[in-house]
Each structure stands twice: as structure tokens, then as C-alpha cells.
């Protein structure tokens, strides 16, 4: 196997003998195959839509499953891929027999094999290492683990109902382009474009989100527990949330949220349920602890998944595009509803949580509550009261060295204000950082994908400032990234125009020098330093 998608890469370079987040080689490489085959039937897709084709709704949500499986922490089940690939295999030959000219598809569309060795043997020879050349490999595969990301975002919004045949459309083309023989600069243009679509992504999913759910508001979120049974939800899906929000009311059950499940806290649609109870726990890396402690079953809507311990295996449910060898998965794509029955009656026959915090934390902090703020906020900055915004989105980890960003957070200035979205946030959103004139010193505005906001909120102070350029604003970038879903939202950044981004806590191992120079020269990316030299360079 080889694996470097992540930032827990072994040796900060690649997995080869077993993921560091316990991927075996064998899902290595059949997730390997799955992306293969992925390529294939988009090479397909893309001509059909070349010939005046429409491809089904169907058949797009198939194609966008397939990646977001493969992200880091989503799925370790190896019969889901290689049934995925069978599945996939399906449609490609029926897409095949409707195109009137088949005569220019290549081999990766023309691949099909249904023997589970033969199947292996073609993993081994189709994955990252297959690219020679270096620079090339770290195009394509940042190209790749930005589609990943913004497969994610777009099976979320394709859930509540949300699509968009442009974003499906470029995501396929652009991973068929990963297979053709491309130029750097060919494929830096694709990279970048990439970056344009992942800013397409985050925006139909917004619509999604605040469409069905209403629109963020600032709320004080529960961190302690109940005298009931309950579920604990994981991951990102709202959709599934609201279904089981649905499925408990008045049976007894409470429910809590657990690490990017917080922010579904902040939504009217949501918040409105008396038997969501708050947010149980922290970060995903802390499952192992928490989810023994919860004491009831577990609902796991997407990643990240920590292969669980015994203990609490038999607990551990998963939906959608999550999965683990022994839990049960429950059923369901867009359009269905899905039965959580079961989970509901587990958790009838267990105790209810242990208490691990208590209190509140406050969120909500997403576009139209800030700029709902807007004017308190200008007025902050213009008498000086805040001086800079320090975006800190991103991901949390189990590194060690992540503790930087809890002592960078403790060492700003006090007239520093944390902008920051995705599980990043948990290491320091219990540190009572205070306020500014009312204003909470970290606004929390969602779950990775909600850095859109971030960005939206970015662009309108620009505009209130009257600034040329969205650098000019008193705004730094200090992100945190772990898997593909921060890809997507670096490249969406690198579109908008963002420079200085500073990114840790190591830089990816999919970045060669050479590819790594050209991010370093055009938009000023760098690393992350000692927390002392940052805010010197930051706030000097
Ligand atoms: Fe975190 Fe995991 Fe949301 Fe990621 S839970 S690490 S960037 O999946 O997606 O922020
Ligand atoms: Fe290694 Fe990350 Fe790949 Fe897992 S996802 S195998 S930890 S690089």
C-alpha cells in the first residue's frame, strides 16, 4: 500500500505497511481501485455530456459516493468498496452503450474485472506510486484530494435535496483529467480550478443547510448530561440528524451531538427539538474515551472514525458514506428515508451518560449572524478595540505538536478575535477566551465546510472597509488541516484570492518541493512556526 492523502502520513512521507488511522493494506489498495474505476466511468460521464448527454441524478450521486468513501476515516469496511466497484462497474457499461462514439475511451474506462484477485492484483498498479514523475503525482493527487473534499460537501447538500449538475460536472471532468497526460501548468490551471468549484461546493451546501435548516444563531450549547438514555451522533450529516431527531421524539431517548455534530446545535430547525440535549465530548481523536463513557450506542454519519475499541464496538452504528467491518450500517441515500429503529431501541436497553463536562460553550457565529453584527463589529475595529482576526479553521488531530494552536490561542493579544470552523475548534473553544464589547473572542462558525462562511464574512468586511483587496484586511490565516475536506477548503481560499496562508501542523507529504515552491511563491503558504515567533509575525 501507499497512502499520503492525510495529515497523519507515517514519517510525515506515506503509510506503506498500515495506515496510522488503521486502514489495512488491503482497503488501501481496493480503495485505490474504487478511485480507479471512479476515474473510468467519469471518463465516461464527461463524454456523454460532450455528445448533449444528461447523466441522472442517480448516477452523479454514485460518482461522488465513491470519493467521499475513500476519505481518511470514512470507511474501513473492504466489502463496501468492492461492492461499490461492482456497482460502479454496472453503470459504466450501461453509460458505455449510450455513447455513439465509444471508440476513443481509454483503458481506464474500459476496465472491468469482477474476480476479487484479479480485482487486487489491478489495485497494486493503479495507485499514488503509479504517477513516475513527482510533480505530476503531486498535481494530480492534490487535484484528487480536493474533489475528495468536495465530494463530501456535495453529498451533504445532495442529501437535503440539493444538486448542482455544474459541481458534478467539474468534479468529473476533473478526475478524468487526472488520467490524461496534462502538463504542470495544465494541471496547476486544474488545481486552481478545482479551488473555484470547491468554492461552488461550500456555497450549495450552504444554501442546503440554511434552506432546510434555517440560519445559524448565536447559542449557548449544552456540555453537560441527562438522566436519559440516549444516541450519540457523529460526523457531518444534519440530514441524518434531523431524521433521528424525528424518530426519538417522545420515546424516552435524548440525543446528543459529538464533535462536528456541534454546530447542528445552532440551527432553528434543529435547536428546536427538546430532546437534543447539547454536545457530548470533544474532537473525533477523543472517541475512544468518549464514546466509552456515553454509555449509548453511537451514530457515525460520515468521518472520522477511530477503529473502535471491544468495549464499545457493538455500540457503533454507521450511515452514508461511514463504515466499520462488524458495525451495522443503516441504509439510506437521497430521496429515502432511513430507519433508525434500531438504534433507538439499543439505546432503550443502556445506561445513560456519564457526565465528562459540564456547562455551555456559544456558536452560531456563521455569515448572516455576523453580519447580522456587522456594525458593532466595524465599530470594534475602528476604535481599535479588535485589531486583527485570526482565522483558525480546520481540523484537530492526535498529534502532539497540535498544542500549538491551543498555546497560540492563549498567547494572542487580547484584542484578537478567533474566526474558526471544523473540529480545529475544540482546541481552544473551552479555554474562556472572553469577549470584546460583547463579542466573543471565538467565533465559532460551523463545520468544515462552513470556512465558506468564513470566507463570505471575509469579503464583506472587505467591501465595508472599501479595501481593494481582501489581504488588506486585518486578517490572518493560521489553519489547521488533517484530512481532504480541509484540501478543498485551502484550494477554495487559494481561489478566492487569499494569500499568507499559514498551515500546519506540518505541511502535506502530497506537496513535492517543486509543487510546494510554486504554492510558496504565488500565494505565500508557508508552515507553522514556534507559537512566539508566529504572533510576533503575525501582530508586529
Ligand atoms: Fe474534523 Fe474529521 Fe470536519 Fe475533517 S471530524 S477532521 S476536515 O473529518 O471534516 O473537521
Ligand atoms: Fe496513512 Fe492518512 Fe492514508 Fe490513513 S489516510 S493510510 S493515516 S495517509
Avoid at 362 to 389: R, W
Wanted: hydrophobic share 40%; with cysteine.
Amino acid at each position: 500500500m501507499f497512502c499520503y492523502q492525510c495529515q497523519e502520513t507515517a514519517g510525515c512521507t506515506g503509510c506503506t505497511v498500515k495506515g496510522v488511522c488503521g486502514k489495512t493494506p488491503e482497503v488501501a489498495r481496493i480503495q485505490d481501485l474504487l478511485v480507479y474505476v471512479t476515474k473510468g466511468i467519469s471518463e465516461v460521464t464527461t463524454k456523454l455530456r460532450a455528445e448533449g448527454k444528461t447523466i441522472s441524478k442517480e448516477d452523479n450521486h454514485l460518482i461522488t459516493l465513491n470519493l467521499f468513501t475513500t476519505i481518511t476515516n470514512a470507511n474501513f469496511d473492504f466489502d463496501v468498496f468492492v461492492q461499490r466497484i461492482y456497482n460502479t462497474l454496472d453503470a459504466k457499461k450501461r453509460l458505455i452503450a449510450q455513447l455513439d462514439d465509444a471508440s476513443s475511451l481509454s483503458p481506464v474506462a474500459l476496465w472491468d474485472e469482477r474476480d476479487v484477485n484479479v480485482m487486487d492484483e489491478k489495485a497494486r498498479t493503479v495507485g499514488v506510486l503509479a504517477t513516475e514523475n513527482e510533480d505530476i503525482r503531486s498535481l494530480r493527487e492534490l487535484t484528487i484530494y480536493g474533489l475528495k473534499g468536495l465530494s463530501a460537501y456535495s453529498k451533504h447538500a445532495n442529501m437535503l435535496d440539493y444538486d448542482s449538475e455544474e459541481v458534478d460536472a467539474f468534479l468529473q471532468e476533473a478526475l478524468y483529467k487526472t488520467t490524461q497526460a496534462l502538463s504542470v501548468d495544465e494541471l496547476i490551471a486544474l488545481v486552481l480550478a478545482t479551488g473555484e468549484a470547491g468554492v461552488k461546493g461550500m456555497a450549495l451546501l450552504d444554501s442546503a443547510n440554511t434552506g432546510t435548516f434555517g440560519n445559524p444563531e448565536i447559542t449557548e450549547v449544552n456540555l453537560g448530561v441527562r438522566n436519559n438514555p440516549a444516541i450519540l451522533i457523529s460526523g457531518h450529516d444534519l440530514s441524518d440528524l434531523k431524521e433521528l431527531l424525528e424518530q426519538t421524539k417522545g420515546t424516552g431517548v435524548d440525543v446528543y451531538t459529538h464533535s462536528e455534530m456541534l454546530p447542528a446545535n445552532y440551527y432553528p430547525e434543529l435547536k428546536k427539538y427538546g430532546n437534543l440535549v447539547g454536545n457530548y465530548g470533544n474532537a473525533w481523536w477523543k472517541q475512544k474515551e468518549e464514546f466509552e463513557s456515553f454509555n449509548g450506542p453511537i451514530l457515525m454519519t460520515t468521518n472520522c472514525i477511530v477503529p473502535p475499541k471491544d468495549s464499545y464496538k457493538d455500540r457503533i452504528y454507521t450511515t452514508g458514506s461511514a463504515g466499520f467491518p462488524g458495525c451495522k450500517h443503516i441504509p439510506g441515500e437521497a430521496g429515502s428515508t432511513k430507519d433508525f429503529t434500531e438504534i433507538i431501541e439499543h439505546a432503550k436497553k443502556c445506561a445513560s451518560p456519564t457526565q465528562i463536562e459540564e456547562g455551555t460553550i456559544v456558536g452560531g457565529f456563521a455569515h448572516n449572524q455576523v453580519l447580522a453584527l456587522a456594525d458593532q463589529i466595524v465599530e470594534a475595529v475602528k476604535t481599535g478595540a479588535i485589531k486583527k482576526f485570526v482565522v483558525m479553521a480546520g481540523c484537530d488531530g492526535r498529534q502532539k505538536g497540535r498544542n500549538y494552536y491551543t498555546d497560540f490561542a492563549k498567547a494572542l493579544p487580547k484584542e484578537a478575535v478567533i474566526l474558526t470552523a471544523g473540529c480545529a475548534k475544540y482546541k481552544y473553544n473551552k479555554l474562556n477566551l472572553g469577549d470584546i464589547n460583547g463579542i466573543p473572542r471565538v467565533l465559532d462558525a460551523g463545520q468544515c465546510n462552513d470556512s465558506y462562511s468564513l470566507a463570505v464574512i471575509a469579503m464583506k468586511l472587505q467591501e465595508v472597509f472599501g479595501l481593494e483587496d481582501i489581504n488588506d484586511l486585518p486578517l490572518v490565516f493560521n489553519i489547521a488541516w488533517y484530512e481532504q475536506k480541509a484540501v478543498i477548503v485551502l484550494l477554495a481560499l487559494l481561489f478566492l484570492g487569499v494569500k499568507n496562508i499559514h498551515l500546519g501542523p506540518t505541511l502535506p507529504a502530497f506537496l513535492s518541493p517543486n509543487v510546494a515552491k510554486v504554492l510558496v511563491e504565488n500565494f505565500g503558504i508557508a508552515g507553522i512556526g514556534t507559537v512566539e515567533d508566529d504572533i510576533e509575525l503575525f501582530f508586529s
